[in-house]
Structures are given as C-alpha cells and as structure tokens.
Antibody
Framework: EVHLVESGGGLVQPGGSLRLSCVASGFTFSDHYMDWVRQAPGKGLEWVGRARNRAHSYTAEHAASVKGRFTVLRDDSRNSLYLQMNRLQTEDTAVYYC??????????????????WGQGALVTVSS | DIQMTQSPSSLSASVGDRVTIACRASQNIGIYLNWYQQEPGKAPKLLIYAASTLQSGVPSRFSGGGSGTDFTLTISSLQPEDSATYYCQQSYNFPRTFGQGTKVEV
C-alpha cells in the first residue's frame, strides 16, 4: 500500500528554523516528483514547493511566499522528502502536507496531480 | 500567477440532489485542472485529474468537465459522505495554485 508519513512539526519562535520530513513507502519514490502543500488554520490549500527527481538533477521550485527561506530537498536512498524552513514567520503557521506528484516515466501523459497525500504535520510559529 | 476562482463558496443540498461547482482560471490552462475533496481534519483526496479523468477508486457519481478557463465538478446524486470542501487546482505552470474552496453540506 502506498503511504506518505510526515514528521518534524512543532512549535517554533519567529525567526527560528524547522525541518519537516516525509517518508514514502509502497511505490518507487525515485520515479516521482514530490511536493509540499500547506494549509493555514481555517484557510485553503497553498502550494509550497516541488523537488524533481535525479533524472532532472533534483531541481526544485518554490512559491514566492517562501522563496529564499524554505528549501525542498529529497534523498532517494532514504525514500524521503524534506522541507527545510528558515526565518519562520507567524504566517507560516499551517499544517504541511507532502504530496506525490507526476511520475517521471516515458509513458506518462503529462497531466500532473497530487494523487497521494501524507497525514500532515502541524507547524506553529509563535512567541 | 494563474488565479483560480471557485463558485459558490458554500452550498447546502439534500441527499440525491445534483450539485455543480464551478472553477474559473485567469488564463487558458487547457485541461490541466484537478479536483480534490477534503473532509474536516483530513488530508485532501484526489477526485479528478486532467479536467475529466476520474481517479481510481472514486465513485462514478463524481464527474468533471470543461477546458480552457471554465471547469465544473458535478456530483450526480449527493450522498451524506460527500459533505466536505472541494478544491480545484491548476497544473499548467508554476506556481501551482488552488481555488479558495467550496464547502458542501448535505
């Protein structure tokens, strides 16, 4: 069965740092792009960033709201996706989800969606 | 950035009703449009991708349509377990963007 499990959430002071992890199982992690999506309390979904796979040199994309502060990383040997969050602000308080993105396979039709999600990790930024 | 606008923001309907949610993109996105369902306290769940392709395991009462800038999600016969918030999302370019959500009460 396909699973994504996040960890590393918690309470952090403004200006602090935190690293979230997402461990994948049940599928070939290295074949997929992987993304982070967050949801502030009572709000909608906001895409945070993407890590591509080895075939695309592990390049990443980030939302403007986190660019320069957050970094999406992956370690395919550990089937793991990470979100390194620095200079955290109160508005970064949210549940952070990892999501499985497009499979980077020759026969893929090019249409991408987040078809598997983790359970979410709560990050609270407060003094 | 591509803006995604859903309507209505919320709706209330009865079991067996046909319900349609609209999603409009601020520019042409072809069929690069996905729909998700999120129940309170849970992670989102993919319902439809590429505007009209039903994700495996999703009940056939859900259907999607549209292309370009205007899209719809239809629930043909509303069930109690369909109470949730529904989001559209474009996968045409970066940054990926979501609609603000439509809360459905049954």
């Amino acid at each position: 069965e396909v699973h994504l499990v996040e960890s590393g959430g918690g309470l952090v002071q403004p200006g602090g740092s935190l690293r979230l992890s997402c461990v994948a199982s049940g599928f070939t992690f290295s074949d997929h792009y992987m993304d982070w999506v967050r949801q502030a309390p009572g709000k909608g979904l906001e895409w945070v960033g993407r890590a591509r796979n080895r075939a695309h040199s592990y390049t990443a994309e980030h939302a403007a709201s986190v660019k320069g502060r957050f970094t999406v990383l992956r370690d395919d040997s550990r089937n793991s996706l990470y979100l390194q969050m620095n200079r955290l602000q109160t508005e970064d308080t949210a549940v952070y989800y990892c999501g499985r993105g497009c499979p980077d396979l020759p026969n893929w039709n090019g249409y991408c969606a987040f078809d598997v999600w983790g359970q979410g990790a709560l990050v609270t930024v407060s003094s | 950035d591509i803006q995604m606008t859903q309507s209505p923001s919320s709706l209330s309907a009865s079991v067996g009703d046909r319900v349609t949610i609209a999603c409009r993109a601020s520019q042409n996105i072809g069929i690069y449009l996905n729909w998700y369902q999120q129940e309170p306290g849970k992670a989102p769940k993919l319902l439809i991708y590429a505007a009209s392709t039903l994700q495996s395991g999703v009940p056939s009462r859900f259907s999607g349509g549209g292309s370009g800038t205007d899209f719809t999600l239809t629930i043909s016969s509303l069930q109690p377990e369909d109470s949730a918030t529904y989001y559209c999302q474009q996968s045409y370019n970066f940054p990926r963007t979501f609609g603000q959500g439509t809360k459905v009460e049954v």
